[in-house]
């Protein structure tokens, strides 16, 4: 404030009373209440209820939601500072997505489940850590309803800001699989009294449930999607995923169409794995609002590790595969000390 500022500017306060000074306390001013409340701001970035409002406030603007795979802290590091752009007109990625795929890949395990809702948190708290951005985490088909209450519970306590469960029931497989593997779709019914237990214990105003519709997975059709995308509206879905495996993306924009034909607002959800070529601008043109690239830097970094492996094992030295890999200089400063 001004009257510390008035202070240090002497030397003495004897030397103040010899001129017939004293010292005046200003009250503080407008700028230290400012600098105060920006303080308090900046040391709740990255607190779990921040994370939701900001997730929130991102689905209501119009603009897409990009969402970027992260499956341990370093991973999640870069997806938190990567910038593409000018100045001030940077592209960012707006949240992080917590694959089951990659989870359960990263650990040399299948994505069926059997990394399961007490080894997840584990993965959520390393990137929670290191983070500030909004977390959307794969909760699978979300277990048994009865044991669903409680993981759902344990996930929003982990600090999550979103959770999105898929209809399928029996063994979970990876939908990319598709038809190739057995795999079976929940009753509607069903589904939709797992979102009401769901939403009924959920404690934060802000924590999303996300449901995820598995009927072009499975082949069963537009029209199947939309009767299971408003019947979990109706039991209090906060959004609905539509996945697709096929190489075009016009299923999914016929389902986002129809489906926007009927509900204007609930937010959609693609994973634009199959259908890559798809651009954002299209995805934003058919009503979606989260686009989650759900796998790509996993699948970017194993490439390298194999053909470093390889090429030592061949060479029976380390020297050719130097260029392969990224400087320990570099490495060293990716982790900042706080
Ligand atoms: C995941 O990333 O684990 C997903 C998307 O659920 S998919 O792998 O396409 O099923
Ligand atoms: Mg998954």
Avoid at 11 to 31: A, D, I, Q
Avoid at 57 to 83: C, F, N, P, Q
């Amino acid at each position: 404030g001004n009257g510390k500022i008035f202070y240090t500017s002497f030397t003495s306060l004897s030397h103040m009373s010899k001129w017939g000074g004293e010292l005046v306390e200003f009250p503080y001013t407008s700028n230290e209440t400012l600098a105060t409340i920006s303080q308090s701001l900046e040391s709740r970035v990255g607190m779990p209820e921040t994370r939701r409002q900001w997730l929130q406030y991102k689905l209501k603007s119009g603009e897409l939601t990009r969402v970027m795979e992260a499956h341990d802290g370093l991973s999640a590091l870069l997806v938190e500072r990567t910038k593409v752009g000018p100045p001030g007109k940077e592209d960012v990625y707006d949240g992080l997505w917590i694959s089951s795929l990659c989870d359960s890949t990263v650990k040399g395990k299948p994505d069926t489940e059997l990394v399961d809702l007490t080894a997840r948190p584990q993965t959520v708290s390393q990137i929670l850590d290191v983070t500030t951005k909004p977390i959307v985490f794969d909760m699978d088909t979300g277990g048994m309803l009865e044991h669903f209450v409680y993981n759902i519970a344990t996930i929003e306590k982990a600090g999550v800001s979103a959770v999105i469960i898929e209809d399928k029931t029996g063994l979970k497989r990876n939908s990319l699989f598709g038809t190739s593997v057995e795999q079976h779709q929940e009753s509607i019914d069903n589904f939709c009294e797992k979102i009401r237990a769901g939403k009924s214990v959920i404690r934060s105003g802000n924590f999303m449930l996300i449901a995820r519709i598995e009927s072009l997975i499975l082949k069963q059709g537009l029209e199947d999607a939309m009767a299971r995308a408003t019947a979990y509206v109706e039991a209090g879905a906060d959004g609905i995923m539509i996945h697709s495996k096929e190489t075009s993306p016009q299923e999914v924009f016929a389902f986002c169409d129809q489906f926007r034909s009927v509900d204007p607002v609930t937010p959609i959800v693609a994973v634009p794995t199959t259908y890559c070529s798809v651009t954002e601008e299209e995805l934003l043109a058919h009503g979606v609002n989260m686009v989650v690239y759900a796998n790509q830097l996993l699948r970017a970094s194993y490439p390298m590790m194999e053909k470093t492996a390889r090429s030592i094992l061949e060479h029976h030295r380390a020297l050719e595969s130097e260029d392969m890999c990224m400087s320990i200089k570099h490495i060293l400063s990716l982790i900042e000390t706080p």
